[in-house]
């Protein structure tokens, strides 16, 4: 069974920053070649946020150039999305997904709200 556990999420200003992580349990990070993180927001489809394969390429949405960073630590089995400069229109679920060669095993989410 592989588990993905966001953490990291909060109520914070508008401008601020946060650090999700998602902590991936019974399949190493470093044999699942795309991690990705997406977000809904309520009443919205849920939205691509960024993605890393293990080649290196990483990805973003257009919400979060500039601002979001993807990262991998192997060791701690963990994926990172560090979000700086944040706005209330990034208030969302945010969501890790890991894709294993024929779907995405999800994360429950973890809030983040932004306030202005």
């Known amino acids: 069974q592989v588990d993905l556990v966001e953490s990291g999420g909060g109520l914070v200003q508008a401008g601020g920053s946060l650090r999700l992580s998602c902590a991936v349990s019974?399949?190493?990070?470093?044999?699942?070649?795309?991690m990705a993180w997406y977000r809904q927001a309520p009443g919205k489809q849920r939205e691509f946020v960024a993605f890393s394969a293990t080649g290196g390429t990483i990805s973003y949405g257009d919400s979060g150039k500039g601002r979001f960073t993807i990262s991998r630590d192997n060791a701690q089995n963990t994926v990172y999305l560090q979000m700086n400069s944040l706005k209330p229109e990034d208030t969302a679920v945010y969501y890790c997904?890991?894709?294993?060669?024929?779907?995405?095993?999800w994360g429950q989410g973890t809030q983040v709200t932004v306030s202005s």
């Open positions: 019974g399949r190493s990070i470093a044999s699942v070649n795309l």
């Open positions: 997904a890991a894709g294993l060669g024929r779907s995405y095993i």
